[in-house]
């Protein structure tokens, strides 16, 4: 097999896919003046028009493949399967080496970028440890996922709030942060429930736990509740991932004869597939009972303990459940300092008159109410206006 050929790739065949390189194996190709420009415009789009080469390597690390795959897995690859991925690194590394280029700002010829500029023990040392602490894929690009017609599809733009940008419930926090170390370390937890009122910070924590903890190996995987019955997918999809993924439903409600309550159960507790040990359900609501209940279910049932036992059920297969009241006046104001000394505004007694103004109009106080007075608080400072709504 030719060393020097491109097109002998084996393992790293994924490659061809990013839009830059298989630009540049064009270019390279028809030697032509159109696909050079279309190859420049491609590293231009890219944004790697400074290092193509650590570009390419990027690319390589992202790739999914047998290697990749049986790595973080935690298996050792066998052999042929080592040399044929080591080969196919050589043959990239030449290919670029040996292309001469009106633009050498776009190459970082001679060696390759990190982690590949070593020997190939090491760097055959280098990728095990990588890939089985990092996962595989879209894995290492991307730390939140959405759940489609069976296939997970990454979020490109997650929420980017961190722990102290959230101010106040800090015994919750506390509490979620605790359960979250455990799992990771491989240590007993449990599922979560996060109830209380809205706008308190319930699926916001979540996001920044995510925030917080993704280069430790942590994952996120939101499901809708209309797709919750493809909770047994999910955990099918990633069973074998060596990362840690939270399953987040948010704003979670049932009716009580709701097909979804069974499901959810087992998912929790209760079935052979319950439970793995890379999978944490993390939930958000309103109420402590996720199952909704009228009165007029209770008058008509003839087994009255039964149906109050069922409906309790559900929120107790949750190990963890973490109660996110309503803020206080003290509390909130307390918040709305803390958010205006963030963004340098100075807090006094007309800001603050202004702060409970604006909660007794929208509806009552919360850190979600602070956090929308604050910013435009600062908007209109920074407009020379005074504040009003």
């Known amino acids: 097999m030719d060393d020097k050929n491109i097109r002998s790739l084996t393992v790293l065949r994924g490659i061809f896919k990013d839009r830059a390189f298989s630009a540049f194996v064009t270019a390279r190709e028809n030697g032509d003046e159109e696909s050079a420009a279309a190859f420049i415009n491609e590293v231009l789009s890219a944004g790697a028009e400074n290092n193509f080469t650590a570009y390419v390597c990027d690319k390589i690390l992202e790739d999914e493949n047998v290697f990749s795959v049986c790595c973080a897995a935690g298996r050792t690859p066998s052999a042929h399967l080592k040399n044929a991925y080591l080969r196919d690194l050589k043959v990239i590394f030449s290919y670029i080496a040996d292309y001469e280029n009106d633009s050498p700002a776009l190459f970082d010829t001679g060696y390759p970028a990190k982690p590949f500029d070593c020997d190939e023990e090491t760097l055959y040392s280098r990728l095990k ?30 929420p980017e709030i961190t722990l102290d940008d959230l101010k106040g419930y800090e015994s919750e926090k506390k509490i979620i942060d605790a359960n979250i170390v455990n799992f990771l370390h491989g240590l007993p937890f449990g599922n979560m429930l996060l109830y209380g009122d809205r706008g308190t910070g319930k699926s916001s924590t979540i996001h920044a736990m995510l925030n917080k903890y993704w280069k430790d190996g942590l994952r996120i995987v939101e499901l809708n509740k209309e797709n919750m019955l493809d909770l047994p997918k999910v955990r099918q999809a990633i069973i074998e991932n060596p990362l840690k993924f939270i399953i987040f439903i948010d704003d979670l409600s049932l009716n009580e004869n709701d097909d979804k309550i069974s499901g959810l159960k087992a998912a929790l507790e209760g079935s052979v597939s319950g439970k793995t040990a890379n999978t944490m359900i993390a939930a958000t609501s309103n109420r402590r009972h996720i199952i909704k209940e009228n009165f007029s279910d209770r008058d008509n049932s003839v087994h009255v303990n039964d149906s109050l036992q069922e409906q309790l059920s559900l929120s107790d297969r949750f190990g963890i459940t973490v109660m996110f009241s309503s803020t206080g006046k ?19 007694d007309k800001l603050e008159a202004l702060a409970e103004r604006w909660a007794l109009v929208k509806g009552g106080r919360s850190p979600r109410r602070a956090k929308q007075f604050v910013e435009l608080a600062v908007s209109c400072k920074k407009r020379g206006m005074e504040i009003d709504f």
Not at 130 to 158: D, S, T
Not at 330 to 346: C, K, M, N
């Open 330 to 348: 003290s509390e909130y104001l307390a918040i709305v300092r803390s958010l205006a000394s963030d963004y340098g505004l100075q807090s006094d």
């Open 129 to 158: 440890k990588f890939y089985k602490k990092y996962g595989c894929g879209q894995f290492i690009k991307y730390r939140a996922f959405g759940f489609e017609n069976g296939k997970l599809i990454p979020v490109k733009n997650p």
